[in-house]
């Protein structure tokens, strides 16, 4: 029998059929086309339009329940329209998500932080417009420019504390914040809320201008804001940017 001669060298294995080519190991996988598809698509002015839209839209609408309420039950400041207003700041979270979703990841949490921000704020007033009335013995001024922040801050904080894992700067939005809250500042100064005769024609009377002076206020707001939160999301954080998905 022959036998094979060990000097020879032995006949190299066929290579595997799933050997990777080196010339194709730095062609652009799909999901990396679509990456940068979608990147490229991704508009700063045509976010903030949507931004600014559904936010109108909720301050309006939102404004025009929380008049018809007051003019139902005649007092525009009771505990039942305060707390209406916090279904009102969760519509306005849920449209705002309905943006959002296509930019930042994991974006229902912006519903999840904003509305436990909106609640501890509510408290925190309700704790407040108690401690001034009883100084004022009534309605006042002060509790009027209390209204307009002390709900406001903890919620932005929440939201900061969220951005902030995302985004380079994120005390940014504290100040656009603090931005449109102080242009408001002069319109809570004008007169304090007094009860009146409940009515029909009061709520519907009320409900058309509440909702349009919030869409208009809620306009400007969302302008300010919606375009700081487009510099927040066009500088995201490396790690951020590399790891994150979309959610």
Do not use: C
Not at 211 to 226: C, K, M
């Amino acid at each position: 029998m022959t036998q094979a001669d060990p000097a020879q060298p032995a006949t190299p294995a066929a290579p595997k059929t799933e050997t990777i080519l080196k010339a194709n190991v730095s062609a652009p996988l799909e999901h990396e086309i679509a990456a940068v598809e979608a990147e490229k698509h991704w508009s700063g002015p045509a976010f903030w339009g949507r931004w600014v839209g559904v936010t109108t839209l909720g301050w309006g609408a939102g404004g025009a329940a929380l008049g018809f309420a007051a003019g139902l039950t005649g007092n525009p400041d009771s505990v039942a329209v305060q707390a209406a207003g916090l279904l009102v700041s969760f519509v306005v979270l849920v449209l705002q998500w309905a943006v959002l979703r296509g930019r930042l990841p994991r974006a229902w949490r912006w519903i999840v932080v904003g509305i436990a921000g909106e609640a501890i704020g509510f408290a925190l007033f309700l704790a407040v417009q108690l401690g001034l009335r009883g100084i004022f013995g009534g309605p006042s001024i002060t509790e009027n420019v209390a209204s307009l922040f002390v709900p406001s801050i903890p919620a932005t904080i929440a939201q900061w504390l969220l951005l902030r894992t995302y985004a380079r700067r994120a005390w940014r939005w504290l100040l656009a914040n603090l931005l449109y809250l102080v242009l408001f500042t002069p319109l809570f100064l004008l007169g304090v809320a007094e009860e009146f005769e409940p009515s029909m024609g009061e709520a519907i009377t009320r409900a058309i201008g509440l909702g349009i002076q919030n869409a208009v206020l809620g306009f400007v707001a969302s302008a300010i804001v919606g375009a700081e939160m487009v510099w927040l999301l066009k500088h995201p954080r490396a790690e951020a940017a590399e790891t994150s998905t979309i959610a």
